[in-house]
């Protein structure tokens, strides 16, 4: 079989999240793909749109909802323009799942900490949903997500469905001058939300993603609370085209991010070179 | 191994029947826009090749990974998309008289070929090619094949490697393909005088190309691993003009692009093309963050993956010493030298260098 070759995916739903980000649902066209298929969260896919190519996203969807998968993209180079210009019904390609995942096994009986900037909420999604679908065999669950502005928040619903559980802690900010008179909740980077908000690190893994800069100014704050580099966990978005390890482009140092990530440990990335 | 001796006529008669067999037969021509150059390229007779001559241009990659090459068609209707698969399995081909760094290059690129999930179509392409060796005899002083480990009667990636002896050559036979390709030809027997004549001529040939460089030492890789953040890097990169021709003419470089492109509205082809890390665009994120933003990072990065990354990962040096990049090179860039300014380096400055890491 060669390993470039796509399966199809039907998209069976589309959610608008902001002005130029989007989600897919997405089925297997082949019932027999659709069965064996099973994949990891933090895990990603090459999604696509024929015409124009293949993008790289991660899995939005959590692994606990069979029988399809989800990704989110933001509109701005040729395949994702592409992909949002097909509707329900249209097909796409996959090929996937690729990489490596976030330790779900490993966090059981532990707390957990989820932060996400921006569009870096769809991996930290699927490890939410992941962990919130077995709910009982987690401590504390706590999410710490912002963006540039209340209209860049993603998965709004979702968002109001985690503001009603009382067993999650749900932290939202905005950045100074991205509020709306209506927004309830902080006005403030990130980091320092963190900070305000995170009491402790004891017994607590972190999830962290987002854009190079947000993870840049977050990491000290969680060194600070106590997190050790080994419980903090990160992915890395390089570009790729293969998704195999062949096409020689998402390396850092002799680290291949699709083989050996995309997630990979705070103490990991410090030890990596620092080119990304 | 069993060895042959192979007369001029022998090779000829191999030629002939593979090419009424329609089998094709690649070798070194001369290239048809400049005679002074080599192209590998289908013969049709022992007499269209050029051997002895001079290295090709252009490696034997493009036989295994096209420059570009169709992944899978589509043809996309109001139903649906369907995909039209690319056969995996190649026509069977001959390469004849490849330089043993060509052939040597192959294997060297099939360990990051079969890396977990396994490229069917460089392996379908490996499958089906023969691949007979002559020992180089036209070394300049761009090669380094001996820095590497291998050198001009190295029978690495080769089916058979053959030796100039008086009257034809001598045929060593390194794998079944080699031995089945050869059976019928020749004899068995190869007198002392053959032998004694192959064994000189090696050793001329390896004479002749093992002072261009000095040997790598098996702690290099780690050294530049270390050095990462060297201040070398930048001074070293000044005269790159980030061309990537280095990339094209090499035999181990395989990085690659994946396009689609429209024939009409509705159908299309998905391409893989050559591409190289020496392009700005290589490492470009859709939000315009780019991990290499200069030329001296993109430099770095290939003498990184060549000698440091490629053989942590694949205990492989991704390089055979062939010289093509330090000859093809309009900076005037040259392998050998910096390798060579980058090994005292690391014998002067064995530790890690300041602001190495982080």
Redesign the interface.
């Known amino acids: 079989?060669?390993?470039?070759?796509?399966h199809?995916m039907?998209i069976v739903e589309i959610t608008d999240e902001t002005a130029d980000t989007r989600t897919l649902k997405l089925e297997f066209?082949d019932p027999a793909v659709a069965a064996a298929f099973q994949f990891s969260a933090g895990q990603f896919g090459e999604y696509?749109?024929?015409?124009?190519?293949?993008s790289t996203f991660c899995i939005a969807s959590s692994p606990t909802r069979k029988g399809y998968i989800e990704c989110s993209f933001?509109a701005?180079?040729k395949v994702?323009k592409a992909l949002r210009r097909i509707g329900v019904g249209d097909?796409v390609?996959f090929r996937g799942p690729y990489g490596n995942h976030f330790p779900i096994e490993e966090m059981k009986g532990h707390s957990v900490l989820f932060v996400a900037g921006g569009i870096g909420l769809a991996p930290v999604r699927c490890a939410i949903w992941n962990v919130l679908d077995r709910r009982d065999e987690f401590k504390d669950v706590t999410i710490v997500y912002g963006a540039r502005s209340v209209a860049d928040l993603v998965y709004k619903r979702e968002l109001e469905q985690w503001a009603q559980r009382d067993d999650i802690r749900l932290c939202l900010t905005v950045d100074p001058g991205g509020q709306t008179p209506e927004w309830k909740g902080d006005v403030a980077f990130l980091p320092k939300v963190i900070e305000n908000h995170v009491v402790t690190a004891e017994d607590t893994y972190a999830l962290i993603c987002g854009?190079?800069i947000m993870i840049k100014l977050t990491l000290p704050v969680l060194a600070k609370l106590g997190f050790a580099a080994e419980r903090i966990y990160t992915t890395l978005?390089?570009?790729m085209?293969?998704g195999?390890?062949?096409?020689?482009?998402c390396?850092?140092?002799?680290t291949?991010v699709c083989?050996d990530g995309p997630v990979f440990t705070a103490a990991e990335m410090?030890?990596m070179?620092?080119?990304? | 191994m069993t060895q042959r001796f192979l007369s001029h006529a022998d090779l000829g008669a191999l030629v002939a029947e593979l090419v009424a067999a329609h089998t094709r037969v690649i070798a070194p021509v001369r290239a048809k826009d400049d005679a002074r150059q080599l192209d590998y390229l289908p013969i049709r007779a022992l007499a269209d090749a050029a051997l002895g001559v001079a290295l090709p241009r252009r490696s034997l990659k493009e036989f295994f990974l096209p420059p570009t090459e169709v992944l899978l068609s589509y043809r996309q209707t109001k139903e649906g998309v369907e995909i039209k698969e690319v056969p995996t399995q190649a026509q069977p081909q001959v390469i004849l008289c490849a330089s043993p760094c060509d052939a040597a290059a192959l294997e060297v690129v099939d360990k990051v070929m079969n890396w977990e999930y396994r490229d069917e179509l460089w392996f379908g392409r490996r499958e089906a090619t023969t691949i007979v060796s002559l020992l180089c005899s036209i070394m300049d002083s761009s090669c380094f094949c001996s820095a590497i480990g291998l050198g001009p009667d190295s029978s690495r990636g080769s089916d058979v490697l053959l030796t100039p002896v008086e009257g034809g050559y001598r045929a060593q036979v390194i794998t079944p393909k080699g031995e089945a390709l050869l059976k019928d030809y020749g004899s068995a027997e190869l007198s002392a005088a053959a032998e004694a004549g192959a064994e000189a001529a090696q050793l001329a040939a390896r004479a002749r190309v093992a002072n261009n460089a000095p040997a790598i030492p098996a702690e290099f890789s780690a050294w530049l691993a270390e050095n990462f953040d060297h201040p070398i890097w930048k001074t070293m990169a000044l005269r790159c003009n980030g061309c990537g021709a280095c990339a094209g003419v090499c035999p181990t470089c395989h990085c690659f692009d994946i396009v689609d492109e429209h024939e009409s509205s509705e159908q299309g082809v998905r391409r893989r093309n050559w591409d190289s890390c020496q392009m700005a665009k290589f490492t470009l994120h859709a939000s315009g963050h780019n991990p290499r933003q200069s030329q001296s990072e993109r430099f770095r990065q290939r003498i990184q993956h060549k000698f440091s990354v490629y053989p942590r990962r694949f205990d492989e040096i991704l390089c055979t010493g062939c010289g093509r990049c330090s000859r093809i090179c309009p900076g005037g860039m040259n392998l050998p030298e910096i390798l060579g300014e980058l090994m005292a380096l690391a014998k002067s400055e064995p530790e890690k260098s300041e602001g190495s890491g982080q």
């Open positions: 079989m060669n390993i470039y070759q796509p199809l039907r066209k696509s749109a024929f015409g124009e190519g293949e933001k701005s180079g994702t097909t390609g854009p190079p978005e390089n570009r085209k293969c195999l390890g062949k096409c020689g482009r390396n850092i140092g002799s291949y083989k410090l030890k070179p620092q080119e990304f």
